[in-house]
C-alpha cells in the first residue's frame, strides 16, 4: 500500500515544470550572485587604474548601485515566481489527470493559466535583453584580457613599443572623455590584467552571462508547458461540459422511460 501511494504521489508530479523551475532558479542565482560582486570589482577597478577623480564617474558609481539593488528585487520576484508556476504545474497536472472525476475546472483557473502564459512571454522577451546586455562587460573585459595576452607574447625586437597598445575605457561610454588618465597602456595594462580583482570580475561576468542565458531557456521551457496545459485545460472544460450534457440528456430519456412504463401499467 506504501509502494502504491509513493507511486500515485510521483505520477502526479509534473516534472517538465520542476525541471524548469530548478533551472530559473539556478540561472538566476547565478546572475544576481555573480553580477553583484562582479560590479564591485568593475567599480574598484575602474576607481584605482582609470578615473583618478570621483566626479567623472559619480554617475556610472550610482547606475552601478542602483542596478545591485535591481538585482535583489529581481532575486526575490523570481524565487517567488518560480514557486507559483510550479504550484500552477502541480495544479494543472491534477486537472488534466482527474478531469474525468469529480474534480472541475473552472474559468478561472484558466483565466490564471492564460494570464501566466502571458506574463512569462514578456518576462521572456525582457530577459533575453538582460542577456544581451550581461554580454556587454564580457567583452569589454575580453578585450581587455586580450590586449594583455598580445603585450605577453611581444617580441623584444619588435618595432612596435608595448606602451603603444592601450585599452581606452572613456570609448565606451561609461566615463567622459574628460577623465583621466582615461586608457591604461604597456606596463600599466599588464599590471591590472596581472590583478585577482580583474580574472575575479572578468570570470563573475561570464558567469553571470550565463546564468542569464540560463533563465531565458528557463522561462521558455515554462512558456511551452504553460501553453500546453492552458490547451489541456481548455479541452477538459469541453470534455466536461460535455459528460454534463450526455449526463442530463441521458437522466431526461430515462425520466420519459420510467412515465412511459407508469402511464403503460396504468392503462392496462
Known sequence: ??????????????????????????????????????????VNILEQHFSSN??????LTEVIQLMQ?????????????????LAEGFYTTSAVKEMHSEFKTTACGRCISGMFVFLTYILGVAWLGVFGFSAVPVFMFYNMWSSCEVLKGLPVNLTTSAEQICVDIRQYGIIPWSALPGKACGSALENICSTNEFYMSYHLFIVACAGAGATVIALIHFLMILASNWAYLKDASKMQA???????????????????????????
Open 1 to 42: 500500500g506504501c509502494f502504491e501511494c509513493c507511486i500515485k504521489c510521483l505520477g502526479g508530479v509534473p516534472y517538465a515544470s520542476l525541471v524548469a523551475t530548478i533551472l530559473c532558479f539556478s540561472g538566476v542565482a547565478l546572475f544576481c550572485g555573480c553580477g553583484h560582486v562582479a560590479l564591485t570589482g568593475t
Open 54 to 59: 570621483p566626479n567623472d564617474h559619480a554617475l
Open 69 to 85: 539593488y535591481v538585482i535583489y528585487g529581481i532575486a526575490s520576484f523570481f524565487f517567488l515566481y518560480g514557486i507559483i508556476l
Open 242 to 268: 460535455y459528460q454534463e450534457i450526455k449526463a442530463k440528456e441521458e437522466q431526461e430519456l430515462q425520466d420519459i422511460q420510467s412515465r412511459s412504463k407508469e402511464q403503460l401499467n396504468s392503462y392496462t
